[in-house]
């Protein structure tokens, strides 16, 4: 975020997990798209980043892919797509990235040779196999649920 720009979330955590989303002020230029998955998948990306690095880490890649996604969610409602993206991009900028399959290539593998979240659209078909791919390859490097993540699926 640039100065002067921050999002302050209220949720609401129950002993199952994060159920909702209560109280989201924006103080952005502009404004974020506000739809409930948009600001669920933004919870998912920030949990993914700081269950992945460390406390005080600098990962200037990394980070630009963050400030890519929030840029992006000013525009745009995001979607499944900015999901695989997103994924894909991090297990690659912090050394993870699976080994693609060759019918990965056409969507997976074109994320890395991008910076721009719309550029690649999943159909129902490859979000599904790009789904297990990505689940996988998360699930090797953080071990435990995550409760955006959680949050994200129900909706």
Do not use: W
């Not at 404004?31 to 460390?54: F, K, Q």
Request: one cysteine or more; a negative charge; hydrophobic letters at 40%.
């Amino acid at each position: 975020l640039m100065a002067g720009q921050r999002i302050d979330l209220t949720l609401s955590l129950p002993t199952r997990g994060l159920s909702r989303l209560v109280q989201v002020e924006r103080h952005y230029p502009g404004g974020l798209h506000n739809d409930l998955y948009s600001l669920a998948l933004l919870l998912y990306c920030g949990e993914l980043v700081e269950s992945l690095t460390a406390e005080g880490q600098v990962i200037p890649r990394l980070f630009r892919l963050f400030a890519l996604l929030l840029e992006h969610a000013v525009e745009y409602p995001l979607n499944r797509s900015v999901r695989c993206f997103f994924e894909m991009n991090l297990l690659n900028i912090l050394g993870y990235c699976p080994e693609l399959p060759s019918h990965h290539h056409e969507t997976l593998g074109r994320c890395l040779n991008t910076s721009r979240f719309d550029a690649i659209p999943f159909n129902d078909s490859q979000y599904h196999t790009a789904r297990i791919l990505l689940d996988q390859s998360l699930t090797e490097v953080i071990p435990y649920p995550l409760r955006s993540k959680i949050f994200l699926e129900t909706l």
